[in-house]
């Protein structure tokens, strides 16, 4: 039996085929993008997967991800919001840095140790804008986000034992008003 030929490593920029597939995956939720990216339909048209944002990137809070388009992977570390990886960017893919970056922010899932009794405020800790509070109860005490002082940077998802820390994109208005 032939030796299976291993397909080649992608090393080109998304082509017209990737770049429909990634549109046509659209009505899914789409990865988190780095901070300042256009919307999902005009980031996926006018990136052109150069990787310059990532290897931009101080934190290295960026990889390639699908259609060799850059992602934000809160389990690598925090966003500080330098602006790098949007200054690196060629392509006419990122909002200006004067803008909000984006409209993430953390969510706590039912992972969360308090959930099950047990004592836990490491996320409060990792968290550099005081945006996790744990109301005082009779019981455990459970964390809290406050929406308004949340900047979706990321560092308590790391900073979470029970991976029960998500980011997503809060309605307009909430981030707006942050
Ligand atoms: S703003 Fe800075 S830290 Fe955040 S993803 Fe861009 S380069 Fe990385
Ligand atoms: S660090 Fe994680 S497990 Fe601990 S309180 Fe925060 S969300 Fe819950
Ligand atoms: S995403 Fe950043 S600002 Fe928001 S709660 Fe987590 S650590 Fe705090």
Redesign the pocket.
């Known amino acids: 039996m032939g030796r299976a030929v291993a397909s080649p490593v992608a090393t080109s920029l998304p082509d017209p085929g990737r770049r429909a597939l990634l549109r046509g995956r659209l009505h899914g939720p789409p990865p988190l993008r ?3 990216a256009l919307d999902e339909p005009r980031f996926v048209d006018a990136c052109t997967g150069c990787g310059d ?1 990532v290897t ?7 990889h390639l991800g699908g259609g060799r388009l850059p992602e ?1 992977d809160p389990g690598r ?12 960017c060629a392509a006419p893919a990122f909002n200006s ?1 004067s803008a909000l ?1 984006w409209t993430l922010r953390a969510r706590v899932g039912e992972a969360c140790l308090t959930a099950r009794g047990i004592v836990c405020s490491s996320c409060r800790d990792a968290c550099g804008e005081a945006a996790i509070r744990f109301p005082p109860t009779r019981a455990v005490p459970v964390p809290r986000i406050d929406a308004d002082r949340c900047t979706g ?1 990321g560092a308590c998802v790391a900073g979470c034992p029970s991976a029960a820390i998500s980011l997503a994109h809060a309605p307009r208005e909430v981030a707006d008003e942050a």
């Open positions: 780095p901070p300042w944002c931009a990137c101080p934190e290295n809070v960026l934000f570390g925090e966003c500080t919001f330098c602006g790098d990886c949007a200054s690196a840095v970056p940077c």
